[in-house]
């Protein structure tokens, strides 16, 4: 498989910094990012601590032993780079006063052939278009969706709650995160988006799928996604990875069309 990354990160039209952080490897097929959350510029801090310390842990680790790595080994890795970024932005945040309370939602993404070991923190998401098919392949870890999990209020309800912004877990808050990783197939012609919720608090799941639908440049596209988000109110920061997967074509050689394999 062959994987092309595109990144995109715009602050939005009421926030005068950017709180998101983005960030990817394409020799590993890694790919980041990273929601801050806190007073002052902290939440910036947070995730751009968050994306620069596992982009350098985790790909380097990739690089070394990722591509004889099983599933459980790669899994491993990337929650023990995600336990040492945690302890280290919690540190920072009790050490220095302006920084108290800081944290950072998460997505981190991890591309190997045709396998995907995807973790992720907080409600930062990440979504799978595949043929004509949207599907959101991360579960928000937010009080929102715990409410829907109970019954307590339906999806459409929840698309005008105020309990929106509320996560149930963040990176570099406490001692200790649980990072919850789930593996996926991949297939070629996959299309995957990597979002803060300054995108799908915007924008619904059917504009998100027709933009993603368009066949343009990555690049195009990630400035679409932003410019519909901007255009719904721009109430956040907006932050977008996009990765499509593309098959390796082998081109058969002279002797091999001779000998007619």
Not at 83 to 91: L, Q, V
Not at 134 to 161: C, N, R, V
Not at 193 to 202: A, F, K, R, Y
Not at 204 to 222: F, H, M, N
Request: aromatic letters at 4%.
């Amino acid at each position: 498989m062959i994987y092309e990354i595109c990144t995109q990160t715009d602050p939005g039209l009421t926030r005068d910094n950017n709180e998101d952080s983005v960030a990817f490897d394409a020799a590993t097929g890694l790919c980041l990012l990273a929601d801050g959350m806190g007073g002052y510029n902290a939440g910036e801090i947070a995730s751009g601590m968050a994306t620069a310390f596992i982009k350098s842990e985790l790909s380097r680790w990739l690089s070394q032993a990722g591509k004889h790595a099983n599933s459980k080994e790669v899994r491993r890795a990337m929650e023990i780079c995600v336990e040492n970024a945690n302890h280290s932005i919690f540190n920072a945040a009790n050490s220095n006063p302006q920084y108290s309370g800081m944290g950072t939602t998460l997505v981190v993404a991890a591309f190997q052939s045709t396998r995907l070991m995807l973790g992720h923190i907080g409600d930062s998401r990440c979504y799978r278009l595949r043929g004509a098919q949207l599907q959101q392949i991360t579960k928000d870890h937010s009080l929102l969706q715990e409410q829907i999990d109970a019954g307590l209020i339906t999806p459409e309800q929840a698309l005008t709650s105020a309990n929106k912004n509320l996560v149930t877990r963040a990176l570099g808050v406490e001692d200790a995160v649980l990072l919850e990783v789930n593996e996926h197939g991949v297939e070629p012609g996959d299309l995957y988006l990597m979002c803060s919720d300054g995108l799908s608090d915007m924008i619904g799941d059917g504009e998100i799928a027709a933009i993603l639908a368009g066949s343009k440049p990555l690049e195009q596209t990630a400035k679409q996604l932003i410019a519909a988000a901007n255009d719904s109110g721009g109430r956040d920061n907006i932050s977008v990875v996009l990765v499509q997967v593309k098959e390796v074509s082998v081109k058969r050689g002279l002797l091999s069309k001779m000998l007619g394999k």
